[in-house]
């Protein structure tokens, strides 16, 4: 299907580590946890990584970190943008979950 004039371009494909995968595996995750993981990966693929609020590490800016839940009650989701890949994409490596 090819992309329309005017259309905004896509997002990039967020993959889950095997750590994440595991965690959202996990029966005895909370559902308001799970929501937000799956809320955080949509919001990591529609802006390509630079979801408002998240933060940069200061020695690899491709790693970031951002809240889950309202104000991060819920923990904190690490993901490196892959941008000079083909194709470009971003991992979610780590979920520490409060």
Same mark, same amino acid.
């Not at 994440?20 to 996990?26: C, K, M």
């Given at each position: 299907?090819?992309?329309?004039? %005017?259309?905004?371009?896509?997002?990039?494909?967020?993959?889950?580590?095997?750590?994440?995968?595991?965690?959202?595996?996990?029966? @005895?995750? !909370?559902?308001?946890?799970?929501?937000?993981?799956? &809320? #955080? /990966?949509?919001?990591?693929?529609? /802006?390509?990584?630079?979801?408002?609020? @998240? /933060? #940069? @590490? #200061?020695?690899? !800016?491709?790693? =970031?970190?951002? !809240?889950?839940? =309202?104000?991060?009650?819920? %923990?904190?989701?690490?993901?490196?943008?892959? &941008?000079? &890949?083909?194709?470009?994409?971003?991992?979610? /490596? =780590?979920?520490?979950?409060?």
């Amino acid at each position: 299907m090819s992309e329309s004039y %005017g259309q905004e371009p896509e997002g990039w494909p967020c993959e889950l580590s095997e750590e994440v995968d595991a965690l959202l595996a996990d029966l @005895s995750l !909370p559902g308001e946890v799970f929501g937000a993981i799956i &809320a #955080a /990966t949509v919001q990591i693929n529609e /802006t390509r990584g630079m979801v408002p609020g @998240s /933060t #940069a @590490s #200061a020695k690899w !800016p491709q790693q =970031r970190r951002m !809240p889950l839940g =309202r104000d991060g009650v819920l %923990g904190v989701a690490e993901y490196v943008i892959v &941008a000079d &890949a083909d194709p470009p994409h971003i991992v979610l /490596t =780590r979920v520490q979950v409060y």
